[in-house]
């Protein structure tokens, strides 16, 4: 008897492995599917600037406006195209999508967009991002490019050399979620990063833990000295808004200010008038 029901655990487990491997290949097809589909959708979110009082950035953020599921998170989708490779051709969907809406804005409004390791790996990232800002006119002095460290974890010399070669194009390197790895630090000293993001989980913790309002402080500090732009994320009430400002905080992102909105909402909160700018994936777009 005890053998039958372990057997019968067995085929349990058997079959769940099974659907679950089922779900993730469908999963994979779908989701390169979902790029000429014209499902993936950016919204942006404000970057806030304390000092001028206003928003001098958007950070582009990526959706899948799946036909079933509904609003599917980058969390669920981008590590599975990093695994089967498509993030390098949906990366370079969301440079150039990205770079044709923020060419609207007003000149002030900088333009933040985020990118994955395995970007990287794509020897052509330099040209895609010199096509990008060439075919929309985006000026790259409003282009922010933002990595986390693990592009400076893995391959360090080529990825270096990379991000040097961005940096002179004129665009800005930010360090994302700063404080969550294993070696921020170090990285700093190893590039010149023009803006470091203090990760959401130090500032959702601001006002109740002394602990995380050190390391916010130490970090302005940081980036004070060293000349570099301390942004932090995250932020969902004014006492999380206030107390970085007292502490001088150069720019805030967060619910507060904004939740992630569609370009059209973007363009509105921006006082500029919405144009439906959809870059065709798979079809490179031609200079004029
Ligand atoms: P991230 O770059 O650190 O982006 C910030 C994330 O925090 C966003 O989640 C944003 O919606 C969320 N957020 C902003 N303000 C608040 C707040 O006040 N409270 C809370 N709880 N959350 C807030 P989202 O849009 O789900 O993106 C998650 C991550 O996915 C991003 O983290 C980024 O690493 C990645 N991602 C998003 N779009 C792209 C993309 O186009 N390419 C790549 N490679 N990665 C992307
Ligand atoms: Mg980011
Ligand atoms: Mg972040
Ligand atoms: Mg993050």
């Known amino acids: ?10 085929h349990f487990f058997e079959r769940a492995m099974d659907e679950e491997l089922q779900a993730r290949r469908a999963l994979e097809l779908d989701l390169r599917r979902a790029l000429t589909a014209g499902e993936f959708q950016l919204y942006y979110q ?4 304390l000092g001028d009082d206003r928003v001098t950035g958007c950070e582009a953020l990526l959706r899948w406006n799946h036909p079933d599921r509904g609003m599917v998170s980058p969390a669920d989708f981008i590590p599975i195209a990093e695994e089967i490779g498509l993030i390098v051709q949906l990366g370079e969907w969301v440079l150039r999508q990205a770079c044709a809406e923020a060419a609207t804005w007003p000149d002030h409004v900088r333009l933040a967009v985020n990118l994955s390791p ?7 990232l330099v040209s895609t991002v010199v096509s990008a800002l060439a075919v929309s006119g985006l000026p790259a002095q409003r282009l922010e490019l933002e990595i986390t460290e693990s592009v400076l974890l893995q391959d360090n010399v080529a990825n270096m050399s990379m991000l040097h070669d961005l940096k002179a194009l004129g665009v800005r390197i930010s360090m994302d979620d700063f404080g969550t790895g294993y070696s921020s630090l170090s990285y700093l000293r190893s590039f010149p990063f023009d803006k470091i ?4 989980t130090f500032v959702r913790d601001i006002l109740e833990d002394s602990d995380a309002m050190a390391i916010i402080k130490a970090v302005l500090d940081l980036g004070s000295s060293l000349g570099i732009v301390t942004t932090a994320e995250g932020v969902e009430t004014v006492e999380q808004l206030n107390a970085l400002r007292d502490q001088g905080c150069a720019e805030i992102q967060g619910y507060f200010i904004s939740r992630p909105a569609p370009a059209s909402e973007i363009a509105r909160l921006l006082g500029v008038e919405a144009r439906d700018l959809r870059v065709p994936e798979g079809r490179q777009a031609v200079l004029t």
């Open 118 to 124: 395995a970007q990287f790996r794509d020897r052509a």
């Open 1 to 10: 008897r005890a053998k039958a029901d372990g057997r019968g655990a067995f």
């Open 197 to 200: 993001k203090i990760d959401q």
């Open 46 to 49: 404000p970057l806030y600037h």
